[in-house]
């Protein structure tokens, strides 16, 4: 027993000591590192997983919200509200663009099932707009 408690104490001291001073200015720093370009996707889940402990996620139909409840390391608590969207559909003010739908599309699809995925959602758009034309005269 005391041969695991010295371990333990050794495997501690072998820990790097945390500066609260370059602590406090990371967390100052955090959205500006995290914004950066050169930021890349390991160094954020990095970050994520030595500032956060765990994230509890609950849907709340009533308002058709997902709910995070988000708690860091230390202690705190922090509830995220994020408006669900309904299947297949994007906020008016965030449809992409034919062109940004391919870019994101092209690495996981072979060219020939993107062909036939963009021509059908030509054809569902013109059907659309046929049809709201079409509501709008007999109106």
Do not use: C
């Not at 720093?29 to 996620?57: G, Y």
């Not at 308002?63 to 860091?72: C, D, G, I, P, Y």
């Not at 959602?121 to 659309?128: F, I």
């Amino acid at each position: 027993m005391e041969k695991r408690i010295e371990e333990k104490r050794a495997s501690l001291a072998k820990q790097p000591k945390i500066d609260r001073t370059m602590l406090l200015q990371l967390a100052q720093d955090l959205p500006a590192v995290w914004n950066m370009p050169s930021t890349d996707t390991r160094t954020k889940q990095r970050l994520i997983h030595t500032l956060v402990k765990e994230i509890i996620f609950e849907l709340d139909d009533a308002t058709n919200e997902a709910l995070l409840l988000v708690h860091w390391v230390g202690g705190r608590h922090s509830e995220v509200r994020v408006a669900r969207l309904k299947t297949g559909r994007y906020p008016k003010d965030n449809v992409p663009t034919a062109v940004e739908a391919l870019r994101k599309l092209a690495g996981h699809w072979p060219d020939r099932e993107l062909a036939v995925s963009l021509s059908d959602a030509v054809q569902n758009q013109r059907r659309r707009n046929l049809d709201d034309r079409a509501s709008a005269r007999h109106a």
